[in-house]
């Protein structure tokens, strides 16, 4: 069982609104990254030496909501993610394929929702070499739901929203 996926970035409409102000309501503070590394949500690979990002506070599941009339209700969460501090055009030729920050090793945990922003379910992944096909295997498991509209991706460890992908 596996299933092609694409992952997806903040919207450049959000990222607009979200560099002016977070989803906790701050104003962004932008630094220089002396070491790089940093997942970026906006384009989905991690940051270089030198460039501006800032670390916002994001809330996936309340902007979705907002678009689609959904109530996630408590399963409304917010955290913190990192972004170019000005627009960088997204994933490089618009690409979505593949799995961003997919280091075997790392875990990362598959949160189920439903079309009313409930989560439905969840499930921890430590990536072995081939993350593609353990992620696409995941996420096929996922959608074998019919009642999961999407998920989210995030790392373990920080709990960081990494991306969401939505039902094929």
Excluded at 10 to 35: F, H, M, N, Q
Aim: charged letters at 25%; proline letters at 9%; glycine letters at 10%.
């Amino acid at each position: 069982m596996t299933a092609s996926f694409s992952p997806l970035p903040i919207s450049s409409t959000a990222l607009k609104e979200l560099r002016v102000r977070d989803d906790a309501g701050d104003p962004p503070r932008p630094y220089t990254d002396d070491e790089g590394d940093a997942p970026l949500r906006c384009c989905l690979r991690s940051s270089t030496a030198g460039e501006r990002i800032a670390l916002i506070s994001y809330a996936p599941l309340r902007r979705w909501a907002a678009r689609t009339g959904a109530d996630p209700g408590a399963y409304d969460e917010q955290g913190p993610v990192f972004i170019h501090a000005e627009e960088c055009g997204g994933p490089a030729g618009g690409n979505l394929g593949g799995c961003p920050w997919a280091r075997p090793g790392a875990l990362r945990v598959l949160r189920r929702y439903d079309s009313r922003g409930h989560i439905t379910g969840g499930r921890m992944l430590e990536l072995p070499e081939d993350a593609q096909a353990a992620f696409a295997h995941a996420l096929a498991e996922a959608f074998a739901d019919p009642e999961t509209a999407q998920v989210h991706v995030r790392a373990v460890e920080y709990g960081c929203y990494h991306f969401r992908v939505d039902r094929p």
